[in-house]
């Protein structure tokens, strides 16, 4: 167990709609970082938020927005959702704005 | 542009023996690199890492080589065991950012 918490585990959705994902880091952990795995792909690295503040961006869609809160979960917010978004979404923490990531154990969404 | 490639999609090794897996990298700038595991069901583990300033970090039965002028790192176990069976990520990362860019995984399978 990393401490890291997400929810939901699973979301199944249709297209169009709008959904938030969850992420709870491990405690003391000032950093969060978001994550897309799609089918036999590695994980691609979407936004680092770090106490609350927008740290660096990676190939994230415009349709897709996230947020670090006061108490430091953090939101992903994924709009106008298309079959292509069907993917495990990983959340990571880390201590400060670096070292090791500690994953949590990611919410599989499924678009029809 | 796949800065980061795992081209052995799977590994099967006997349980005992040595198992090695491979990443190579095309940006000379990367000067942190890390391996994760995961299972099934799980996000990532991290496992090792090594800076770009060493060419060998160890942690038990497991080692990581670096050679900066292959742009190339390897991953060893040994002994390997049954337990050992995952996906294993290589990742690389710049000082000064922490996103990681993540190979996109070797599935290993350790036969008793």
């Known amino acids: 167990d990393s401490g890291v918490t997400q929810t939901p585990k699973h979301l199944i959705t249709a297209t169009g709609q709008r959904v938030t994902l969850r992420c709870s880091p491990r405690s003391g952990d000032l950093s969060v970082y978001w994550y897309q795995q799609s089918l036999d792909q590695g994980l691609q690295f979407l936004i680092q938020?770090?106490?609350?503040?927008?740290?660096a961006k990676g190939n994230i869609l415009e349709r897709f927005s996230a947020q670090q809160f006061p108490d430091l979960h953090s939101e992903l917010n994924l709009s106008s959702l298309e079959l292509g978004d069907s993917a495990l979404y990983f959340c990571?923490?880390?201590?400060?704005?670096?070292?090791?990531?500690?994953f949590g154990p990611g919410t599989r969404l499924t678009v029809t | 542009d796949q800065q980061v490639k795992q081209n052995s999609p799977s590994l099967s090794v006997q349980e005992g023996r040595i198992s090695i897996l491979n990443c190579d990298y095309t940006n000379s700038m990367f000067d942190y690199f890390l391996w994760y595991k995961k299972y099934p069901a799980e996000g990532p583990t991290f496992l090792i890492s090594i800076s770009s300033i060493k060419d060998k970090n160890e942690d038990g039965r497991f080692t990581v080589f670096l050679n900066k002028s292959a742009k190339h790192l390897s991953l060893h176990i040994v002994p390997s065991q049954p337990g050992d069976s995952a996906v294993y990520f290589c990742?690389?990362?710049?000082?000064?950012?922490?996103?990681?860019?993540f190979g996109t995984g070797t599935r290993l399978k350790v036969l008793a």
């Open positions: 990742a690389a990362s710049f000082s000064g950012t922490y996103k990681y860019i």
């Open positions: 990571a923490s880390s201590a400060q704005t670096g070292g090791e990531q500690y």
């Open positions: 938020y770090y106490n609350g503040e927008e740290r």
